[in-house]
Structure formats: C-alpha cells, structure tokens
C-alpha cells in the first residue's frame, strides 16, 4: 500500500498529474469558496489559518513536485505561482456580498507556501529508481 501512494507521491511518472493536480485543487478551492455559507461549514472542520494553510501547502508541494527543474527553481516557482493563486482567490472572493477579500489570507496562503517551499529545497523528494532527483 506505501509503495503505489509513494508513486503518485514522488514517481517523475507522476509528475504532469500532480502539476494537474494543484491547479484542479486550487480549482475547488475557488469554486467552493464561492457557495454561499460553504466557508462556514467547512470552517467547523477547522479554523482558516488552518485550512489556507493546509490548501496552500499542498499545493504548493503539487506544484514542486509537477514541475521540472533544480530544486531552487521549483521551489521560487511555486511560491510564486502560489502567492499568485491566493492573491486572486482574495480578489474573487471581493465580488461577493457574503465574502470578504483580507489580505491577512494571502499572508497565511504566501506563508505557507514559503515555509514548505523551503523545506522541498532543502531535503527535496527522494530519488527516482534511476538515482535522478525529479
């Protein structure tokens, strides 16, 4: 059961999927955001700092690992592209009455993408069969 998770995990077979991944998981984040009192359901799962941070970390780690390059290069990018993707989830969630756009989200959205950004550059993902780090 590890082997087939640490596959899609970490296999370079993987890697376009998981990139499709992030943008499907950023996606829904959108989506859902957007259904009135959705927030507030899922809020009772657990706190926003949480969730921002959880959605954004995982993304961000879908983008490092869907993307090519070194490691500096994939680690910059998906930063980028996550401060991006939580800098315009805000700016959507500003057209609806029943949401409010705070850039203390995006904040905790950058913040999390930086800390697991840093820490995929420095310990990366293990290597593939063929001794390459993807």
Excluded: C, N
Excluded at 22 to 46: C, K, M, Q, W
């Amino acid at each position: 059961m590890v082997k087939p998770i640490a596959a899609l995990l970490f296999d370079e077979k993987y890697q376009k999927p998981r990139l499709h991944a992030a943008f499907i998981l950023y996606f829904l984040i959108l989506v859902f955001g957007s259904i009135p009192h959705a927030r507030a359901e899922i809020g009772l799962l657990a706190p926003g700092l949480v969730l921002h941070s959880v959605a954004y970390s995982l993304i961000t780690f879908l983008l490092f690992s869907g993307l090519s390059g070194s490691r500096w290069e994939k680690s910059i990018r998906a930063f980028l592209i996550v401060v991006a993707m939580g800098a315009f989830d805000e700016y959507i969630q500003s057209f609806f009455p029943y949401r409010h756009a705070q850039i203390s989200d995006v904040l905790v959205d950058s913040g999390a993408s930086f800390v697991t950004a840093l820490l995929l550059l420095k310990i990366g993902t293990p290597r593939s069969k063929a001794g390459v780090q993807p």
